[in-house]
């Protein structure tokens, strides 16, 4: 089973920040946190990850709490490309990815 | 660098048939390699996943095998497809102290 919980939908207006939150009470000191979207009909795509810190790329930004129990991706300008399905993932140094449900988000124009 | 490549990318088989998907992975060596499912309009499925040759971890007991005959190449099959093998199947690596997953384009499969 997933160690994460995410919302099942979330929406957004073009242009504004999406921010997708992601529950990981259970999450272990050497396990990390891992972003990925899935756009219909292709493999996930790799996002961003982080162990305690926040993190920045070029796609995102994760905030991880201080209790590491929850995370937020922050997608800082949404675009309609953006609509997929967000996934939240926690697994220590990525042996054993397991995928729950995730988050559908509707970039809407 | 690194390339993940994934055969067949459709495939239609009637019930009963035997079933054999092939991944194969360029620019590393010895990494982690998982199949995994997709049912039309669900999440993802880890089934299997490999730390090396000859090692396999099978997350669902199913009508499914899979094999890892060489290092970069990893093997999904069946010897009797149900219609509930029906998905889209990812096979995927990863390298054990990097950690990010690098998934291939998919293979459609239609159980008639």
């Known amino acids: 089973d997933a160690k994460t919980t995410q919302p099942t939908s979330m929406d957004c207006a073009e242009g504004r920040a999406a921010n997708l939150p992601c529950n990981h009470s259970?999450?272990?000191?050497?396990?990390?946190v891992y972003w990925y979207r899935q756009i219909h009909s292709q493999g996930p795509q790799y996002i961003i990850h982080g162990l305690k810190n926040n993190e920045t790329n070029e796609m995102a930004s994760l905030i991880i709490t201080e209790d590491r129990k929850s995370s937020t991706l922050i997608l800082p300008h949404a675009t309609l490309r953006d609509t997929a399905v967000y996934y939240c993932?926690?697994?220590?140094?990525?042996?054993?990815?397991?995928f729950g449900p995730g988050t559908r988000l509707s970039v809407l124009p | 660098s690194q390339t993940i490549h994934q055969w067949p990318a459709t495939l239609v088989q009637p019930v009963g048939s035997p079933l054999s998907l092939e991944c194969t992975v360029e620019g590393t060596s010895n990494p982690n390699l998982y199949w995994y499912r997709q049912a039309a309009g669900r999440g993802l499925q880890l089934l299997f996943y490999?730390?090396?040759?000859?090692?396999i971890s099978s997350e669902v007991p199913q009508n499914l095998s899979a094999s890892r005959p060489q290092d970069r190449q990893f093997i999904l099959s069946s010897k009797k497809l149900l219609l509930s093998d029906s998905g889209f199947y990812l096979c995927a690596w990863s390298v054990y102290t990097a950690g990010e997953l690098f998934f291939g384009e998919g293979s459609r499969l239609t159980v008639l």
């Open positions: 490999s730390v090396g040759i000859g090692q």
């Open positions: 993932i926690v697994t220590d140094y990525g042996q054993n990815f397991v």
């Open positions: 259970t999450i272990s000191g050497n396990e990390y």
